[in-house]
């Protein structure tokens, strides 16, 4: 067996090795995920976060490797995964020490938007646009709540760029504190520019940028309806995300998908990839749109996603996300996390950029927080049935507060495994990678 990612060393050091029992039987623990390769079969437990490779001889008698029961990849036949998973948790969010500064900043510049897409969650709710006042006042609270760490931070809005002189002002009044920050972006990509494109880059220090695509150009232009006319908003966009590449910004290209636009999404992948080559600053992943939807529907969305994925992956695109989990999740997102706050235009302290005009538990002007919304957005969801045997579970984390989720499906599984075998061979096939490396530089040694 050869080791290619390590137990994590939380898991060791709650449960440490297990020990094999005389005549008892064993099983894969429920949280073990395989995956077939050239040298062997792969094997990820999403519990441990351990990754290993066995040999064809090992893989075909897996209840005999002792090191499998010694790593929990092997439990007995009457093992309670779901319980010791729960225990794990408890004890790791008891040993492992809160977060005591703020360095995941998630600021809103503006809530209004130059597009006009009929799934937005923000619709409907009144436009607030940050004030230099405002501006002032969160750089001031950055400084004052980092304790001197390295600080995150995310534009969003709205359309953040709507208000980019909020954004040369926040990044210059840090720059003046010697803060050290980096950037990243949630951008329709529409009002980049050539001049825009190097301020980020220099003063922004914006390190990548999410931008929509919706469809092929008939559809995209169509759902943005952006307020500018006389424009073809595909092909601009397309333009920026070109020039943004080439200034060594990154590029996540998010597909949009829904009923309406899942069948031009594999035209749309093929274009882009005439359009850009194999590009190592751009990425592309799919993400289904939110509501309400038959089962049938679902599992065809999920099926369709899934072969969009292997489209991807074979026009030689990495996936923004393609790392398996290396250490235990113990919350779902900067929501339940002490380290992340929103600041929406107005200076609103939130915890969530779905909730951009209720459910504040503070202001940047005070110390005061509201600890009953604080603990609302960590509250969990219950266990439905379908996780005492699902794969996903130790790391899957569903908050009652969460906007984006919604009741697991099959449909759902099947995909998410489906990313996890993909995941898994990447890895490996980093782990090769290196390990040639290592070995050529030995040899020039």
Same mark, same amino acid.
């Given at each position: 067996?050869?080791?290619?990612?390590?137990?994590?060393?939380?898991?060791?050091?709650?449960?440490?090795?297990?020990?094999?029992?005389d005549?008892?039987?064993?099983?894969l623990?429920?949280?073990?995920?395989?995956?077939?390769?050239?040298?062997?079969?792969?094997?990820?437990?999403?519990?441990?976060?351990?990754?290993v490779?066995?040999?064809?001889?090992?893989?075909?008698?897996?209840?005999?490797?002792?090191?499998?029961?010694?790593?929990?990849?092997?439990?007995p036949?009457?093992?309670?995964?779901?319980?010791?998973?729960?225990?794990?948790?408890?004890?790791?969010?008891?040993l492992?020490?809160?977060?005591?500064?703020?360095?995941?900043?998630?600021?809103?510049?503006?809530?209004?938007?130059?597009?006009?897409?009929?799934?937005?969650?923000?619709?409907?709710?009144k436009?607030?646009?940050?004030?230099?006042?405002?501006?002032?006042?969160?750089?001031?609270?950055?400084?004052?709540?980092?304790?001197?760490?390295?600080?995150?931070i995310?534009?969003?809005?709205?359309?953040?760029?709507?208000?980019?002189?909020?954004?040369?002002?926040?990044?210059?009044?840090?720059?003046?504190?010697?803060?050290p920050?980096?950037?990243?972006?949630?951008?329709?990509?529409?009002?980049?520019?050539?001049?825009?494109?190097?301020?980020?880059?220099?003063?922004?220090?914006?390190?990548?940028?999410?931008?929509?695509?919706?469809?092929?150009?008939?559809?995209?232009?169509?759902?943005?309806?952006?307020?500018?006319?006389?424009?073809?908003?595909?092909?601009?966009?397309?333009?920026?995300?070109?020039?943004?590449?080439?200034?060594?910004?990154?590029?996540?290209?998010?597909?949009?998908?829904?009923?309406?636009?899942?069948?031009?999404?594999?035209?749309?992948?093929?274009?882009?990839?005439?359009?850009?080559?194999?590009?190592?600053?751009?990425?592309?992943?799919?993400?289904?749109?939110?509501?309400?939807?038959?089962p049938?529907?679902?599992?065809?969305?999920f099926?369709?996603?899934?072969?969009?994925?292997?489209?991807?992956?074979?026009?030689?695109?990495?996936?923004?996300?393609?790392?398996?989990?290396?250490d235990?999740?113990?919350?779902?997102?900067?929501?339940?996390?002490?380290?992340s706050?929103?600041?929406?235009? *107005?200076?609103?302290?939130?915890?969530? /950029?779905? %909730?951009?005009?209720? #459910?504040?538990?503070?202001?940047? $002007?005070?110390? +005061?927080?509201?600890?009953?919304?604080?603990?609302?957005?960590?509250?969990?969801?219950?266990?439905?049935?379908?996780?005492?045997?699902?794969?996903?579970?130790?790391?899957?984390?569903?908050?009652?507060?969460?906007?984006?989720?919604?009741?697991?499906?099959?449909?759902?599984q099947q995909?998410?495994?489906?990313?996890?075998? *993909?995941?898994?061979?990447?890895?490996? /096939?980093? %782990?090769?990678?290196? #390990?040639?490396?290592?070995?050529? $530089?030995?040899? +020039?040694?």
């Amino acid at each position: 067996m050869q080791e290619i990612i390590p137990t994590t060393s939380l898991v060791e050091q709650i449960v440490g090795i297990q020990k094999r029992t005389d005549g008892q039987p064993y099983r894969l623990m429920t949280y073990v995920v395989q995956q077939p390769v050239a040298d062997g079969v792969l094997l990820y437990n999403t519990l441990t976060c351990s990754l290993v490779l066995l040999t064809p001889d090992e893989a075909a008698d897996i209840t005999a490797q002792s090191e499998l029961i010694e790593r929990w990849f092997l439990v007995p036949q009457a093992h309670d995964d779901q319980k010791l998973c729960r225990q794990i948790r408890q004890m790791a969010a008891l040993l492992k020490p809160a977060a005591k500064a703020i360095t995941n900043y998630t600021i809103l510049t503006t809530t209004g938007c130059n597009a006009r897409c009929f799934y937005c969650y923000e619709k409907g709710t009144k436009p607030v646009t940050m004030t230099a006042e405002t501006a002032d006042k969160v750089a001031r609270y950055i400084v004052t709540h980092r304790d001197d760490e390295k600080v995150k931070i995310s534009w969003f809005g709205g359309e953040p760029l709507v208000n980019a002189k909020v954004i040369d002002q926040i990044c210059t009044e840090l720059r003046e504190q010697g803060v050290p920050f980096r950037s990243t972006m949630t951008s329709n990509g529409y009002l980049f520019d050539a001049d825009m494109v190097q301020r980020a880059k220099d003063l922004w220090q914006l390190r990548s940028v999410q931008i929509t695509l919706d469809g092929t150009e008939q559809t995209y232009n169509r759902v943005k309806a952006y307020v500018h006319q006389g424009v073809n908003a595909f092909e601009r966009v397309l333009q920026n995300i070109a020039m943004l590449t080439a200034a060594g910004i990154r590029v996540s290209i998010r597909l949009n998908v829904d009923k309406h636009n899942i069948g031009e999404m594999a035209e749309l992948v093929q274009l882009l990839h005439q359009r850009f080559g194999t590009n190592d600053y751009l990425s592309i992943y799919s993400h289904e749109l939110f509501g309400e939807r038959t089962p049938e529907d679902d599992a065809e969305i999920f099926a369709q996603q899934t072969q969009l994925a292997q489209q991807i992956a074979a026009c030689g695109y990495k996936n923004h996300k393609r790392e398996l989990q290396k250490d235990i999740s113990l919350n779902h997102c900067m929501a339940d996390g002490d380290g992340s706050v929103v600041i929406a235009p *107005d200076g609103n302290l939130g915890k969530c /950029e779905h %909730y951009i005009d209720s #459910n504040f538990f503070g202001h940047i $002007d005070s110390e +005061e927080h509201d600890k009953a919304v604080l603990r609302k957005f960590k509250e969990r969801r219950a266990d439905i049935d379908a996780c005492a045997t699902c794969f996903y579970y130790p790391q899957c984390i569903r908050l009652v507060m969460c906007a984006d989720e919604f009741d697991c499906t099959s449909g759902k599984q099947q995909y998410l495994l489906s990313k996890m075998k *993909d995941t898994m061979k990447y890895e490996y /096939e980093r %782990y090769l990678h290196k #390990n040639d490396k290592e070995q050529d $530089d030995e040899t +020039e040694i």
